[in-house]
């Protein structure tokens, strides 16, 4: 591995429930970790052990889970980060992860204290190209995540950027968000605390209409886009959400001659390009051939003129 990463052990600070089978996991870093990860870059991930952890008492796992919840875990499981924070010595980077099988369901019972391992930081992250004053992050159901650190990286760092946020889910109680805030700050557009506290303006969408934009979170950004007078040279498109999604995107940014960075999922069985199991099928500059690039080393953050989706 290179010196930017390697495997470390972080301590769990804090590990809460945030919705019906939302979580935010946090872990500390000390030493070597704390370096590493304090220059992690929003889109990159880390590989988690969580092969040790305990399952939950039976009537805390979902019936949709039962009969899975006891399978053996071989891999590590692939998670980006909502934030990450250096104080002094230490670095804390936040995951937001949501219960869907046998790993995430023994995450649950992490408490503070408790130590996991950790491959990373891996992969590549979002880019800020030059000459950029807006960007437009557009997250669907757990993409939210690494589009909140990009949010506080963009803020933060690049001060000359006007970002707004999109985000979607099927419906009102699969947004991964911790509350609503109040009418007042709805009026504003800051929609999502946790865009809100970076002073990003933000839309929600959902596909039932139970609150918000009615419809997927991609024509929420196409119809916003149609109001909007922009040059769009000098916009940048940010996207994380199911791959029909990002295929969405691409096209909107072709259609608009938008730039556009999405973060692509796979599979990752090591995360650092030795099983080659996440491959993307990739355009070529210059003919009309394909070849793959791995999600883990040349993502997961790619150009979506790129990708063959």
Same mark, same amino acid.
């Given at each position: ?90 670095? $804390? ?123 997927? $979170? ?69 003919? %009309? ?9 040349? %993502?997961? =953050?790619?150009?979506? %003129?790129? =990708?063959?989706?």
């Amino acid at each position: 591995m290179s010196a930017s990463r390697g495997v470390f052990q972080a301590v769990v600070s804090a590990n809460r429930q945030i919705g019906a089978r939302f979580y935010k996991l946090k872990l500390e870093f000390s030493g070597a970790g704390a370096k590493a990860f304090a220059s992690a870059r929003p889109g990159q991930f880390a590989q988690l052990d969580v092969s040790g952890a305990a399952l939950p008492p039976a009537e805390k796992i979902p019936e949709d889970l039962a009969d899975v919840s006891r399978r053996e875990i071989l891999l590590r499981r692939p998670f980006s980060f909502t934030d990450v924070t250096t104080e002094g010595n230490k670095t $804390v980077v936040e995951v937001l992860y949501c219960v869907v099988g046998p790993a995430t369901l023994r995450m649950t019972t992490l408490l503070a204290g408790c130590t996991v391992s950790v491959i990373g930081p891996l992969g590549k992250g979002f880019r800020v190209p030059e000459g950029k004053n807006r960007a437009l992050l557009v997250a669907g159901g757990m993409g939210a995540g690494p589009l909140q650190h990009l949010a506080k990286v963009l803020t933060s760092d690049f001060g000359s950027i006007d970002v707004t946020a999109f985000a979607g889910a099927k419906t009102v109680k699969e947004l991964p968000f911790e509350r609503r805030l109040d009418e007042i700050s709805q009026q504003l557009g800051f929609w999502i605390p946790e865009f809100g506290k970076y002073g990003v303006n933000s839309m929600l969408a959902t596909d039932d209409g139970s609150t918000g934009f009615a419809g997927p $979170v991609t024509d929420c950004f196409w119809e916003w886009l149609g109001q909007e007078d922009l040059n769009t040279r000098e916009v940048i498109v940010y996207g994380c959400g199911p791959e029909p999604m990002l295929a969405r995107m691409a096209e909107i940014a072709k259609l608009k001659n938008i730039d556009c960075q999405v973060s692509m999922e796979r599979r990752m069985a090591c995360g650092f390009g030795v099983c080659q199991s996440c491959a993307v099928e990739c355009r070529t500059a210059g003919s %009309g051939e394909t070849i793959y690039k791995l999600c883990c080393e040349d %993502g997961p =953050v790619f150009d979506t %003129g790129e =990708v063959v989706f």
